[in-house]
């Protein structure tokens, strides 16, 4: 109590508390409920903890879905967004803060203008073009539309901008190739930038619903936030099982951002425009 030596301190504190509350306590519900058998999740009144455990939630959709494909799907679609999404972001940031071509700055005009647009504008185009190259149903027709993020281009602009002129020329004087400045020079002084973006981007590719629902509607290509709506039986619905399915869903990005908090929060100031 000898911190809290003024009233506003100890009312932000307490409001600061409040709000984490607030914020928690859907997820510790939707938690809780998964952990209940279905009539007792029905039966009328709040009970904040479970008068009956069991995990039986879990283990319907563990038996009964095809979730096990899904994660798969998952992995491999973020991964795949991922890495090309950095890849290309870093290349062409490179490019635009470090070469002299010509129409460069419209280029870059044109990547800060596409925030105008919002993607769900685009989706009937995405999905005409997907169904065009035959890639409905596939990770390829659930990959492509999610390389549009423009902001990863402009946070490593931004940083590649920041290194010292002297660095390349000294590169360039000893004969370093422009593959070499990027892939040995740039890149490395810059890896806490791409770690911090590359776990960002990788969580908003596993937590995107809306264009994976629309373009995988077979267990095939469909991914684990698009998965858990099938969770249902001839019986209506079932709250348990449902939570079961997204807490499931939800637990890889979890656990990766209680691991790698420092490096995501760092993504969410850089994607603000925040440098560090």
Known sequence: ???????????????????????????????????????????????????????????????????????LNSFATAGAVTVLVIGMSAGCGYAISQLRFPLRR????????SF??????????????????????????VVLPQLIVPVVVIVYKQFFDSIPREFREAA?????????????????MNWGVTTALAIITFIGAWNAFLWPFLVASTDRAMTVTVGIVQVHDSFGVQYARNLAGAVMAA???????LIFQRRVTEAIALSAGIKG
Do not use: C
Not at 4 to 20: F, N, Q, V, Y
Not at 106 to 113: C, K, T
Not at 172 to 188: I, K, W, Y
């Open 251 to 257: 637990m890889p990005v979890a656990l990766a951002y």
């Open 106 to 113: 419209l280029l870059f005009g044109l990547i800060l203008a």
């Open 116 to 141: 105008m647009v919002p993607l769900q504008a685009l989706i009937v185009t995405h999905f005409v073009l997907m169904n065009d190259f035959g890639l409905i149903n596939s990770w390829g027709g």
């Open 1 to 71: 109590m000898t911190r809290w030596r003024r009233p506003d301190e100890l009312l932000l504190t307490l409001l600061a508390l409040l709000s984490a509350g607030l914020w928690a306590f859907p997820l510790y519900w939707a938690v809780v409920t998964t952990l209940k058998p279905e009539y007792e999740v029905v039966a009328p009144g709040i009970r904040l903890w479970p008068q009956t455990f069991t995990f039986g939630a879990y283990a319907y959709v563990l038996a009964n879905t095809n979730i096990a494909r899904w994660y």
């Open 172 to 188: 360039l004087m000893d004969g370093a190739s422009e593959l070499r400045l990027f892939t040995q020079v740039f890149l490395p």
